[in-house]
């Protein structure tokens, strides 16, 4: 079965924001062992620049990385990875989203004082192992290190309990 921590039909507060190369990151976990095939971000209505999304551990070494399709309309993109992704339970990984052209959607305070939980998956609350809403101003897809506000930048991860790439909840997932 498929999890991701927002389902959807559930869009962030602003969309459109920001004008220079910017990865944002989301920090999270699984209390189950599994498997992540790719990570959804949300996008409004601008899709003009080159937009990555990789999948990290928590100290910065990339696991899969995948370019993000720019044919769906407005709302959750998706990137899927070449192959499932291993991850162990109750470890800290990283999604991140890169945008040549800075353009993402944004939450501020959301991680301020509390997680968001779906299923096995737990974005993190600011404090739980650093800060929540990671970024860099990069040209480049780097490691976000930076915090502001423990904004949520509407990145989730797509995991499954097994390997075999079965989705529910969100239809067919089309090829990269």
């Given amino acids: 079965m498929t999890h991701v921590l927002w389902e959807p039909t559930v869009p962030p507060v602003v969309t459109d924001t920001g004008s220079a190369g910017v990865v944002m990151g989301l920090k999270f976990r699984s209390t189950l062992p599994g498997f992540v ?20 551990t928590r100290t910065g070494s990339i696991l899969a990385s995948a370019t993000l399709s720019t044919e769906q309309p407005v709302g959750w993109m998706w990137a899927n990875f070449a192959a499932p992704v291993p991850i162990e339970a109750n470890t800290t990984y990283v999604a991140t989203h890169h945008s040549t052209t800075g353009i993402f959607s944004v939450t501020l305070d959301y991680f301020a004082t509390t997680a968001h939980t779906n299923g096995p998956l737990t974005a993190l609350a600011t404090g739980t192992d650093g800060g929540n809403g990671v970024y860099s101003y990069n040209a480049a897809h780097i490691f976000p290190t930076l915090t502001s506000r423990a904004a949520c930048y509407w990145i989730t991860p797509v995991f499954e309990t097994s390997a075999d790439g079965t989705v529910n909840g969100w239809g067919p997932v089309p090829p990269n």
């Fill in 37 to 56: 095939t790719g990570i959804r971000t949300y996008v409004g209505a601008v899709r003009a620049g080159v937009r990555t999304a990789n999948l990290w």
